[in-house]
């Protein structure tokens, strides 16, 4: 029989345990709530950019974006966003499950790559692998700003355009809805395919506009369409960057409440366990004493 004392003990513990994952999943749910808003906020507006980049480049005539040119591939540059933290669940494996891959591809085929990794949790698994690392991050939390995502964007724009690097991949988890999260990789540079993934997720169009979808829209450009593409396609990859950015997120958080609620129930049927056999112990010691107490009478006789 197990002894009472570690009985309590143990279930004192797990009910501690209870509070910490319990109160961890409220400050989950609280951060998913303000991320949610800034990813959606951001949706509508990366969507449109995109969609003005691409209309806007395909227009154009003759004048066209060094971000938007396609060449052969000879340096690469691989952004994995994971988390600083753990006690997400799954999360920063999905992420790294596609970022590990990538890597190995690229040392296999000799093909010259920098890897970035934004995430403590990523960095320590990259540093076990023997991975090296050309920069790493720390300061992306659930509320990254533009401003540092735009410094990053920068550089790589300044990369691109000085012939550097020929293209840019990020791994991340992509925020699809509230149930639904996936790791994925995506091509950020060159930006030739602009605004055709985003399309796919708009709003379905009307069947009066739908006609015209595919219609080529004139465009007027005041000054010139070389200064325009010059202020816009920037900022289309800067946004896009950004968007990555809220997406992993809000991901993030989505998985720490799952995992922090799946551990509170855990922690809740095995406190009904323990208490159980506190329960079946203590009593089955009750009946050892009334049993010693009934002998001993017994022999007095």
């Given at each position: 029989m197990a002894n009472l004392r570690v009985l309590v003990k143990r279930r004192k513990a797990v009910r501690n345990i209870r509070k910490i994952t319990k109160t961890m999943e409220l400050i989950a749910t609280a951060r998913f709530k303000k991320a949610l808003d800034r990813a959606t906020e951001a949706e509508a507006y990366t969507r449109k950019i995109a969609e003005l980049a691409a209309d806007?480049?395909?227009?154009?005539?003759?004048?066209?974006?060094p971000l938007l040119?396609?060449?052969p591939?000879?340096?690469t540059v691989v952004l994995v966003i994971t988390a600083n933290?753990?006690?997400?669940?799954?999360?920063?494996g999905s992420v790294l499950r596609e970022a590990l891959p990538l890597t190995r591809q690229l040392t296999a085929n000799n093909a010259p790559f920098d890897l970035e990794v934004s995430g403590k949790r990523g960095i320590a698994?990259?540093?076990?692998?023997?991975?090296?690392r050309t920069r790493e991050y720390t300061n992306f939390e659930d509320k990254p700003s533009f401003a540092e995502v735009d410094t990053v964007a920068s550089r790589y724009v300044d990369l691109f355009i000085s012939g550097q690097i020929d293209e840019v991949k990020v791994v991340y988890t992509r925020f699809i809805s509230a149930a639904k999260q996936q790791a994925v990789v995506e091509t950020l540079l060159p930006l030739s395919s602009v605004g055709v993934e985003t399309r796919k997720?708009?709003?379905?169009?009307?069947?009066?506009a739908a006609g015209g979808a595919d219609a080529k829209v004139e465009y007027e450009?005041?000054?010139?369409?070389?200064?325009i593409l010059e202020e816009l396609v920037p900022a289309a990859l800067k946004v896009r960057l950004f968007k990555m950015f809220l997406d992993a997120a809000v991901s993030e958080q989505i998985a720490r409440r799952i995992a922090m609620k799946a551990a509170t129930e855990n922690a809740g049927?095995?406190?009904?366990?323990?208490?159980?056999?506190?329960?079946?112990?203590?009593?089955?010691?009750?009946?050892?004493?009334?049993s010693e107490l009934i002998a001993g009478s017994e022999a007095l006789k």
């Open positions: 806007l480049s395909k227009n154009a005539g003759d004048v066209t974006h040119a396609t060449r591939v000879k340096k933290r753990g006690l997400c669940g799954g999360y920063n698994f990259f540093k076990f692998q023997g991975v090296p997720s708009a709003p379905a169009v009307t069947e009066g450009f005041i000054p010139n369409a070389a200064e049927d095995l406190i009904k366990d323990i208490t159980r056999l506190y329960n079946r112990t203590r009593q089955a010691n009750i009946t050892k004493e009334i």
